[in-house]
Every structure is written in structure tokens, then in C-alpha cells.
């Protein structure tokens, strides 16, 4: 699991990497623990997991596919949401 969880906090800083290049104030003193903490104490099938279920598209390219693109275009670099956007987009193409 600690695996899981060190990939989880790359993405996260990722995003927030992102976030503050785009000069928007995310309202806490910790982001990234209180994104931690939240995710954990969550108690439901995320709708990604529902979606690859059904054998559904998901929402990947809105998310972390986004924060790809989106980092892209200003030099940032982000190869754990590229790993996970190629990872999950892979798996939306196997029928299982």
C-alpha cells in the first residue's frame, strides 16, 4: 500500500504544482494532507471504477488528463498523471 500512497502524493503535487503556476489560492495551510485525508475517509466506489466496470469511457481525460495538458503548456512536468492518464486510458481499451 505505501507504493499506492507515494503515487497518490505525486499526483496530488502535481496538480497543486499546477494549480499554483496558475496562480490560484487553494484556501488551506496543508493542500496536500487535507487532499490526503479527504480521499481516505471517503466511503464510495469512485465513478471511475464504476465506469471501467461497466466497460464505460471515463472521466480520465477531464482529470488527470487535463493536468497533463494543461502542464504541458507551461514547461511543467507531470509523469505520474501521464502514467496514470496512458494506465487508465489502456484499461478502458480491454474487455474483460
Known sequence: MAALDEFQ???????LALVE??????PADTPLQEIKQYCATKFHRVSMLQHLARGRPT???????YVVTESRKLGLCCPYSESLT????GRELRRD
Open 9 to 15: 502524493t505525486h499526483i496530488i503535487e502535481e496538480t
Open 59 to 65: 472521466e480520465i481525460d477531464a482529470l488527470n488528463g
Open 86 to 89: 496512458a494506465l487508465i486510458k
Open 21 to 26: 503556476a496558475r496562480g490560484v489560492r487553494i
